[in-house]
């Protein structure tokens, strides 16, 4: 079992920053990648940024060069820098753990809101 915690969304402006952190606990050892998602309201839930167990990492075409993920050396909390936030980042950010068995998991999410 993986257990995902977030935190660290709110409300700012426009060209604005924050930073979302994930703690994971359980069987992290079985994580294989770990990333970040959000979903808009009426909207279908998106990946914003992953991170493999090889430290590669990808992410949306709407967030490239402003948002960045890591995570620490024990690998066990990933962080995703948000900067130049736009209203269009509005969302419910949530942690998401692969694992190299079945099956993955998700935080409960954390409120992002932009205001322009």
């Known amino acids: 079992q993986v257990q995902l915690v977030e935190s660290g969304g709110g409300l700012v402006q426009a060209g604005g920053s924050l930073r979302l952190s994930c703690v994971a606990s359980g069987s992290t050892f079985s994580i294989s990648a770990m990333g970040w998602y959000r979903q808009a309201p009426e909207k279908q839930r998106e990946l914003v940024a992953r991170i493999s167990s090889d430290g590669s990492t990808n992410y949306a075409d709407s967030v490239k060069g402003r948002f960045t993920i890591s995570r620490t050396n024990a690998k066990n909390i990933v962080y995703l820098q948000m900067n130049s936030l736009k209203p269009e980042d509005t969302a419910v950010y949530y942690c998401?753990?692969?694992?190299?068995?079945?099956?993955?998991?998700w935080g409960q999410g954390t409120q992002v809101t932009v205001s322009s």
């Open positions: 998401h753990a692969d694992t190299w068995r079945t099956p993955d998991y």
